[in-house]
């Protein structure tokens, strides 16, 4: 019993984390310069493309983003491949920073940005989605409802 | 080869032939051509890179050579990264601080107890024979081994253990960075396709960069995933397949026996079997693919001390037993109520009795795996109320456990109860959890010499320039791989695939202009 109160005592605590960290992040997200890439694609391929691969993040969607924020200019959109985490952080800070906001996680050694397996190795993609609902990687292998909510 | 392994190779390989990416022919190599112009080349490829692979990897760079490791996956370590890696070995260090006499004999005699006579005894005692240079291999490259262990199957204590995968890939992994820069690149998301012969000989793999293996639908990975760019890779002396084993690809192994599709499993999610399907394509052998090895989140040999009982309420196991023949009967007993796995209860004497409690921690703190986790209760009430069962018929289950413990006699199953050490159902907390056996190392795979080269079922002879090594291979282990003798099979392998390979003499190889 006293365990399931610890364990209950952590979600409850992962919670506050993450509204705090929420509404933190919402703040950060006003002072975030975002440098849109300069694209060959005309306005109305982009939102055609929008339409095509449309995307699931609210906050990326608040923001307005279009294709070429996150993915660079191109020109087939065949030839776009998911993230690599250096263009996350570009926004997003760096892997460490990342890892801090998900710090009260690591007593029991399941921040997923600096787990016992993964340490820093993951990429954000691998849970982080943005056109796919995200998932949680850890998923695969382990019960992660005991430790922590939905992926953002 | 006996006549049921050719039949079973050749049913596989004629599906192969459907399933693989390239849709190559059985026993044509489809990329026969002298002439290969390949975008990159280097003396030797590894595929996989796990611990047989990283090693084999090391081992050939240390040896000179230019080599490349290429990995399917998002992530480099296989399934070693995410494993406990505990490591038999004889003539460790903690072995002769203790005064404990062991022999390649003794531990090769201990793996062929529980193979029931599956596999090859040569392999097995290769494999006891390389500990000690592995060990120190290990040992040099930074990896520290903070435990020694006496574990279940092994007549003298010998295994070592390092804190799990983790602490045993990273080093290595930065060990090849800092030292082997200029010689060792590796390459996740690097998925092979086929290999390029060029006069009956391995020269090269296609591969494609870039590969996004599918989580959404991994099932189908092998067949359907489109990703990546095409590349062709050149291999001067040749190949080294540690491309791991197939416990995640349930298609397989319902094919084998049905009954494993029940299974759970942990493993690599990339664990599955496209590119031995390829290998034998080719004409690879493979050998004992039916085999299968059952584990749990807490020790086989940990069961014994707590009850087993259906949704109904009812025992249906001799809970103290190995670990496929209750992990086989748990499968059925599961399949009978629709997929809901039974229930396993164990009162504070019997989670005392634990012999190893860093797993049974693991599993309270819900970190030993998919459904791995262990519940804490007071009172056998709150066990009902939580695993969805009515009160009294889990008392009544109880009561007849207990009273069955006091004749002596287990009437019903046959349990040895003079072994119990007090363990019953009465001491108030009671630890429960739902168990599903899970397949977590596969024996069969790929036949090979136990130079580690890689066997044609055609021909009878090994293929020149093909090597493999660890969980990708069939036949060391037999039946049920010895627990802990996983590690000292990649390391074997590892090492003796490296020094073969590069000990082969290069062929010019074209490079694209």
Redesign the interface.
């Known amino acids: 019993?006293?365990?399931?109160f610890i364990?209950l005592g952590i979600i409850m605590i992962a919670s506050i984390a993450f509204l705090y960290q929420g509404m933190n992040a919402k703040e950060q997200s006003k002072k975030t310069d975002v440098v849109l890439p300069a694209t060959t694609l005309s306005a109305s391929k982009l939102s055609e493309l929008k339409n095509d691969y449309p995307s699931k993040n609210d906050q990326h969607k608040k923001l307005g983003f279009d294709c070429v924020t996150c993915h660079g200019d191109f020109k087939d959109p065949k030839e776009v491949?998911?993230l690599e985490n250096k263009q996350c952080l570009t926004c997003h800070g760096d892997y460490k920073k990342v890892a801090e906001r998900t710090s009260f996680l690591d007593k029991?050694?399941?921040n997923p940005h600096d787990g016992?397996?993964?340490?820093d190795?993951?990429?954000c993609a691998?849970c982080h989605r943005e056109h796919?609902p995200s998932?949680n990687?850890c998923?695969?292998?382990?019960?992660t409802k005991?430790?922590m909510k939905a992926t953002p | 080869m006996d006549r049921r392994t050719f039949i079973k190779t050749g049913a596989i390989t004629a599906t192969a032939a459907a399933l693989s990416v390239s849709s190559i022919a059985p026993f044509v190599d489809a990329e026969e051509n002298t002439d290969t112009e390949f975008d990159e080349v280097f003396d030797i490829i590894v595929v996989g890179s796990g611990l047989a692979g990283t090693t084999s990897a090391i081992t050939a760079a240390e040896h000179g050579n230019k080599v490349l490791v290429v990995d399917k996956m998002n992530i480099l370590g296989g399934t070693s990264l995410i494993s406990g890696l505990n490591f038999s070995c004889v003539g460790s260090d903690e072995q002769k601080a203790r005064g404990i006499k062991d022999t390649p004999e003794l531990m090769a005699e201990d793996m062929r107890k529980v193979s029931e006579d599956y596999g090859d005894p040569e392999l097995s005692l290769t494999v006891a024979r390389m500990t000690t240079r592995f060990y120190h291999f290990l040992k040099d490259r930074g990896v520290v081994f903070k435990e020694f262990k006496q574990l279940g199957g092994h007549s003298v204590a010998r295994a070592v253990w390092a804190g799990g995968g983790a602490f045993v890939i990273r080093p290595l992994h930065a060990y090849a960075r800092e030292n082997l820069a200029d010689r060792l690149t590796m390459r996740k998301r690097c998925k092979v396709d086929d290999i390029v012969f060029e006069n009956g000989r391995a020269v090269g793999l296609k591969v494609r960069e870039n590969y996004y293996f599918d989580f959404d639908d991994p099932q189908n990975d092998d067949k359907k995933n489109k990703t990546g760019t095409v590349k062709y890779i050149g291999a001067k002396k040749g190949i080294v397949f540690a491309s791991g084993g197939y416990c995640r690809d349930k298609k397989l192994l319902g094919a084998e026996a049905d009954i494993l599709e029940e299974t759970n499993s942990d493993a690599n999610p990339g664990a599955r079997s496209g590119t031995m399907q390829m290998l034998m394509s080719h004409g690879a052998q493979a050998v004992n693919l039916s085999l299968f090895r059952l584990a749990y989140p807490i020790p086989t040999e940990d069961l014994m001390w707590g009850m087993l009982i259906n949704p109904d309420g009812k025992r249906f196991v001799n809970e103290f037993g190995n670990r496929n023949t209750i992990g086989m009967t748990i499968l059925k007993e599961k399949k009978k109520f629709d997929g809901k796995a039974p229930l396993l209860i164990y009162d504070q004497t019997g989670a005392d009795n634990f012999h190893d409690k860093q797993r049974f921690q693991l599993s309270m703190e819900a970190k030993n795996g998919y459904e791995g986790t262990m519940y804490k209760f007071q009172t056998l009430k709150e066990v009902a109320k939580y695993f969805g069962y009515d009160p009294r018929v889990l008392q009544k289950a109880v009561d007849e456990y207990n009273a069955a413990l006091d004749s002596g006699v287990d009437q019903e199953f046959g349990k040895d109860f003079s072994q119990m050490n007090g363990a019953a159902l009465r001491k108030a907390p009671f630890y429960a959890m739902r168990l599903t056996p899970k397949c977590t190392y596969t024996p069969g795979g790929v036949r090979i010499t136990k130079e580690a080269q890689m066997i044609n079922s055609a021909t009878g002879e090994t293929f020149e320039g093909l090597f493999a090594a660890g969980e990708a291979t069939g036949g060391v282990h037999g039946a049920m791989r010895l627990t802990a003798c996983s590690v000292p099979d990649c390391g074997a392998f590892g090492l003796i695939s490296g020094d073969n390979v590069s000990a082969m003499k290069p062929v010019k190889l074209k490079m694209k202009s």
């Open positions: 019993m006293k365990k399931l364990v491949l998911p029991n050694e399941v016992f397996h993964h340490k190795e993951l990429d691998s796919k998932v990687y998923a695969n292998c382990h019960d005991v430790w």
